[in-house]
C-alpha cells in the first residue's frame, strides 16, 4: 500500500486536473506529513512513476505571468481502478511497523545502559511535547476538518499516548534495567 500514491490519485479524483505545484499546496494546507508517512517534495516525482505507469496523463500546460510553464495533469480510467483497490488496501490492511527503539534498547552499550533512565525521560518529555503539539493542531483543525479527518487525528493521538504510557512504565524499570548485567 503506498499512501503517496493514494493521496495523489484521490486529490486528482477530488480535485481534477491539476499541476505538481498546486498539487504540493494541497498537501501543505492539509497538513498530510502530520498525519500520513508522505513527504510532500515527493509529490513531483510520485506524479511522474503515475504519469510513466498510465494512471496520470498529460492534458495540457499553463503559464501564470513570468513563472515556469506546469503541466497539468488528470487521472486516467487506469489510476481509478488502482485508486479504488489502493482505498480497499489501506482501510483493510494493517500496518504494524517495529520501532527502531526497541532494537537499539536490546543493542545497548555498557555506557548507554548507564544513562538509560536519563535518556528515556528525555523521549517521553518528546513524546509528550509531540502529543501537546497534535493535540493543538488536532484542535485548531477541528472547526475545518471533516469527521473522517478529525477521527485521523485522534488517531494519531491515541497512539502517541499509547507510546506515552509505555516509556512512563519503562522509565520505571529503566534503573533495573541499567544495573542488569550484559549477557553475552
Do not use: C
Not at 41 to 46: E, K, L, R
Not at 60 to 70: H, L, N
Not at 75 to 88: Q, S
Request: aromatic share 6%.
Amino acid at each position: 500500500m503506498s499512501s503517496i500514491r493514494l493521496f495523489i490519485l484521490s486529490s486528482f479524483d477530488e480535485f481534477g486536473p491539476m499541476h505538481g505545484h498546486l498539487l504540493r499546496s494541497i498537501a501543505e494546507k492539509m497538513k498530510v506529513p502530520l498525519w500520513t508517512d508522505i513527504s510532500v517534495g515527493a509529490v513531483y516525482g510520485a506524479m511522474k512513476r503515475l504519469a510513466a505507469e498510465g494512471l496520470l496523463r498529460e492534458t495540457g500546460r499553463e503559464q501564470e505571468g513570468k513563472r515556469p510553464t506546469r503541466q497539468v495533469y488528470e487521472i486516467t480510467a487506469e489510476g481509478r481502478r488502482v485508486l479504488d483497490r489502493l482505498r480497499r488496501e489501506g482501510l483493510s490492511e494493517i500496518w504494524f511497523k517495529p520501532d527502531p527503539f526497541d532494537l537499539a534498547l536490546t543493542r545497548m552499550d555498557a555506557k548507554t545502559q548507564k544513562n538509560l533512565p536519563q535518556i528515556i525521560a528525555r523521549r517521553l518529555e518528546a513524546m509528550k511535547a509531540i502529543l501537546a503539539e497534535r493535540r493543538r493542531i488536532g484542535a485548531e483543525a477541528k472547526a475545518h476538518a471533516g469527521l473522517a479527518k478529525q477521527w485521523v487525528l485522534k488517531h494519531a493521538e491515541y497512539r502517541l499516548e499509547a507510546e506515552i504510557r509505555y516509556l512512563n512504565d519503562l522509565l520505571k524499570a529503566a534503573g533495573e534495567i541499567a544495573a542488569e548485567k550484559r549477557k553475552g
